[in-house]
């Protein structure tokens, strides 16, 4: 089952995710923030295949509203991509409880600034491409290439591995041998 963070992944950078979840690319995660006072949600769809953990759930009347609590500034106008989309899949996996859910929050501390998601045809098309194309691309053993917008890769926690190339080969040879090991048995 994959997680909200993995198709977030798939959408930020398609070869961080088959790095991580394929080859076991792992630099040591940074701390969880934690918000204090908040309890956090996990939430899943064994139909979807998808799971996600929501930092706060609000209840109002016979719905439920996801709250995702950011440390930065909001955005001029509306929410940021990345979060539009997280919202828009926490609320696909509530409205399988609540088909009433419909929309979210995302809370930008840094500005106290509280903007509304809201659930539409388009979105939900798009997390469902996005879902399908992060398990099309997992099933396969064919290494993406380095993503086109290379502000993404300053700031990647896994570049010096990325661009090592001798390093991603080698496993990428373990992870075929493995396969065909498998296939031989
Ligand atoms: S360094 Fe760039 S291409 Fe490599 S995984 Fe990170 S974001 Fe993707």
New binding site residues.
């Given amino acids: 089952m994959l997680s909200v963070s993995d198709i977030l992944m798939y959408n930020?950078?398609q070869?961080?995710l088959f790095?991580q979840k394929v080859l076991g690319i792992i630099e040591k995660a940074p701390k969880e923030i934690t918000f204090s006072g908040t309890i956090k949600h996990q939430v899943s769809s064994s139909i979807l295949g998808l799971r996600g953990v929501i930092d706060q759930l609000e209840i109002s009347g016979e719905s439920v509203i996801p709250v995702e609590l950011k440390t930065g500034k909001a955005p001029k106008q509306g929410v940021y991509e990345q979060h539009q989309l997280q919202l828009a899949a926490y609320i696909l996996l509530l409205q399988e409880q609540y088909p009433t859910a419909t929309y979210g929050y995302v809370y930008y501390l840094a500005s106290n600034e509280k903007k509304k998601v809201l659930i539409n045809p388009f979105l939900k098309q798009e997390v469902m491409q996005l879902l399908n194309s992060s398990k099309k691309l997992l099933s396969k053993q064919v290494l993406p290439s380095?993503?086109e917008n290379?502000q993404?890769?300053l700031n990647?926690e896994?570049?010096k591995y990325?661009?090592h190339e001798s390093y991603v080969a080698e496993k990428m040879q373990n992870i075929m041998n493995h396969s065909k090991a498998l296939n031989n048995t």
Wanted: net charge positive.
């Fill in positions: 930020y950078c070869r961080k790095l380095y993503c290379k993404k890769c990647c896994i570049k990325c661009y």
